[in-house]
């Protein structure tokens, strides 16, 4: 599978990650440098699709910016009230992770360092890190700032060098010039690629080849398979499938029975298969903001003025991307960490804040019951080209009238910043409001 560095002479030789060299292991070493970082499989000089991923990227930049903090825990996120947006592996072997409450993970471990994140600052370090990616294949797809997809077909020519050959190359630049690290899974597509990204963080090089597949797979759990969330995995759970294997033995038509579309796509993922393409043009599915109270706050009137200014950031975020989207989706948490989330889908799409700001209001009525919230949200999804967006509104006779006083705002901010103008209804909710944090959106 992976870290392999014995083999057949009929075995491609092993790559040494530290130095690139190409040659026959000694001690299971690189016989160049010494170094033990070998990878050597099968198939290595045959496969092309990879899954890149930045090791513990936020909190890898903030070590890398402040050396003192190279041997302590760090966690990434907002304050006692909020959650962590990511933490370093010293952290996480105490039991910290990703989306955990603050509070939970400062129990676990209490001499962790806390630092805000820096969007600005980590956005800038991903444009970078994409940069070098494109450099290496224009098939790159984003799935997060830190992490993407890669298909390095045809490559060879170009960069004098195998796929397998050129990644390694690239994790090394990105150590040396960058400060960060990397974990890169290789194999014949996508979903066993992020599949081998995770297996050997950080600084990790995974190989799953076509071969092999299949019994890779048989004996991992089925939580492994994307789109295959807690709930679904209960309902697999409960018709006592726990592994891919069992899933291996069953007939496809009998999963497409009992489970839909979903059951198709359980098929083919269990053997290995999937014929997605890498896809460079996938973009952002939905727009997106949040905000975490540092009290829990109910009641309507206290709710709506947040809501509003959530609303106005996206559709700010929309009209700089040149973008609207049809369906408004309200996001709350509850005391007890409860996530709800109602969506309405508009008749056209939209970038307006006033109309996001509408739907979303008549979706927060209903759940503004009396019950204590510690998070809301709002975000567009569906997303379309802006020329598309906003047409006349002949049911409405005052969204005529409420968008050319929006597109008014907006250039009165353009050039005197976002807080030249605010509606009494935000301006009520800055004065007022219990304070919070905003959420990456």
């Given at each position: 599978?992976?870290?392999?560095?014995?083999?057949?002479?009929?075995?491609?030789?092993?790559?040494?990650r530290?130095?690139?060299?190409?040659a026959?292991?000694?001690?299971?070493?690189?016989?160049?440098?010494?170094?033990?970082?070998l990878v050597?499989?099968?198939?290595?000089?045959?496969?092309?699709i990879?899954?890149?991923?930045?090791?513990?990227?936020?909190a890898?930049?903030?070590?890398?910016?402040?050396?003192?903090?190279?041997?302590?825990?760090?966690?990434?996120?907002?304050?006692?009230?909020?959650?962590?947006?990511?933490?370093?592996?010293?952290?996480?072997?105490?039991?910290?992770?990703?989306?955990m409450?603050?509070?939970?993970?400062?129990?676990?471990?209490?001499?962790?360092?806390?630092?805000?994140?820096?969007l600005?600052?980590?956005?800038?370090?991903?444009?970078?890190?994409?940069?070098?990616?494109?450099?290496?294949?224009?098939?790159?797809?984003?799935?997060?700032?830190?992490e993407?997809?890669?298909?390095?077909?045809?490559?060879?020519r170009?960069?004098?060098?195998?796929?397998?050959?050129?990644l390694?190359?690239?994790?090394?630049?990105?150590?040396?010039?960058?400060?960060?690290?990397a974990?890169?899974?290789?194999?014949?597509?996508?979903?066993?690629?992020?599949?081998?990204?995770?297996?050997?963080?950080?600084?990790?090089?995974?190989?799953?080849?076509?071969?092999?597949?299949?019994?890779f797979?048989?004996?991992?759990?089925?939580?492994?398979?994307?789109?295959?969330?807690?709930v679904?995995?209960?309902?697999?759970?409960?018709?006592?499938?726990?592994?891919?294997?069992?899933?291996?033995?069953?007939?496809?038509?009998?999963?497409?029975?009992?489970?839909?579309?979903?059951?198709?796509?359980?098929?083919?993922?269990?053997?290995?298969?999937?014929?997605?393409?890498?896809?460079?043009?996938?973009?952002?599915?939905?727009?997106?903001?949040?905000?975490?109270?540092?009290?829990?706050?109910?009641?309507?009137?206290?709710?709506?003025?947040?809501?509003?200014?959530?609303?106005?950031?996206?559709?700010?975020?929309?009209?700089?991307?040149?973008?609207?989207?049809?369906?408004?989706?309200?996001?709350?948490?509850?005391?007890?960490?409860r996530?709800?989330?109602?969506?309405?889908?508009?008749?056209?799409?939209?970038?307006?804040?006033?109309r996001?700001?509408?739907?979303?209001d008549d979706?927060?009525?209903p759940?503004?019951?009396?019950?204590?919230?510690?998070?809301?949200?709002?975000?567009v999804?569906?997303?379309?080209d802006?020329?598309?967006?906003?047409?006349?509104?002949?049911?409405?006779?005052?969204?005529?009238?409420?968008?050319?006083?929006?597109?008014?705002m907006?250039?009165?901010?353009d050039?005197?910043?976002?807080?030249?103008?605010?509606?009494?209804?935000?301006?009520a909710?800055?004065?007022?409001?219990?304070?919070?944090?905003?959420?990456?959106?």
């Amino acid at each position: 599978m992976t870290e392999n560095p014995g083999g057949t002479p009929a075995h491609p030789l092993p790559l040494c990650r530290d130095c690139g060299a190409r040659a026959p292991a000694r001690r299971d070493r690189c016989a160049r440098c010494g170094s033990p970082r070998l990878v050597a499989h099968p198939e290595l000089d045959r496969l092309a699709i990879a899954h890149i991923d930045c090791d513990a990227f936020f909190a890898a930049i903030e070590k890398r910016d402040n050396p003192q903090l190279r041997d302590l825990p760090v966690i990434v996120g907002g304050g006692r009230r909020g959650v962590v947006s990511t933490c370093c592996y010293i952290a996480r072997i105490h039991g910290v992770r990703s989306a955990m409450p603050m509070f939970k993970a400062l129990e676990a471990c209490p001499d962790a360092v806390v630092i805000k994140p820096n969007l600005a600052k980590y956005s800038e370090v991903g444009r970078q890190v994409r940069e070098r990616m494109l450099a290496l294949t224009p098939l790159v797809e984003p799935v997060s700032i830190d992490e993407a997809f890669l298909d390095l077909t045809g490559t060879q020519r170009l960069h004098r060098a195998s796929p397998a050959e050129t990644l390694a190359a690239f994790a090394r630049a990105l150590e040396a010039d960058l400060g960060i690290s990397a974990s890169i899974g290789l194999a014949p597509n996508k979903f066993l690629a992020k599949i081998a990204s995770d297996l050997d963080k950080p600084r990790g090089f995974s190989v799953i080849g076509a071969a092999e597949a299949r019994a890779f797979l048989a004996e991992r759990p089925v939580g492994i398979i994307w789109g295959i969330g807690k709930v679904f995995q209960a309902k697999l759970a409960a018709d006592g499938i726990r592994t891919i294997g069992q899933l291996q033995a069953m007939d496809p038509t009998d999963l497409l029975r009992r489970y839909g579309a979903l059951g198709q796509r359980l098929a083919r993922l269990a053997t290995g298969a999937d014929d997605r393409p890498v896809s460079p043009d996938r973009g952002a599915k939905s727009i997106s903001a949040e905000t975490t109270f540092d009290t829990d706050i109910a009641g309507l009137d206290r709710l709506r003025p947040i809501l509003r200014e959530l609303s106005e950031k996206v559709s700010q975020r929309l009209k700089r991307a040149g973008l609207g989207g049809r369906t408004v989706t309200l996001k709350l948490k509850t005391a007890d960490f409860r996530i709800l989330t109602r969506s309405r889908q508009l008749a056209d799409p939209t970038q307006l804040a006033d109309r996001i700001f509408r739907a979303g209001d008549d979706l927060l009525g209903p759940e503004a019951d009396g019950r204590r919230f510690r998070l809301i949200g709002i975000g567009v999804g569906e997303l379309a080209d802006a020329g598309s967006a906003d047409p006349g509104d002949l049911l409405d006779a005052g969204a005529g009238r409420r968008a050319r006083a929006e597109q008014a705002m907006d250039k009165v901010r353009d050039r005197f910043g976002t807080e030249a103008v605010e509606l009494g209804l935000v301006h009520a909710s800055r004065a007022r409001r219990t304070p919070g944090r905003p959420d990456e959106a």
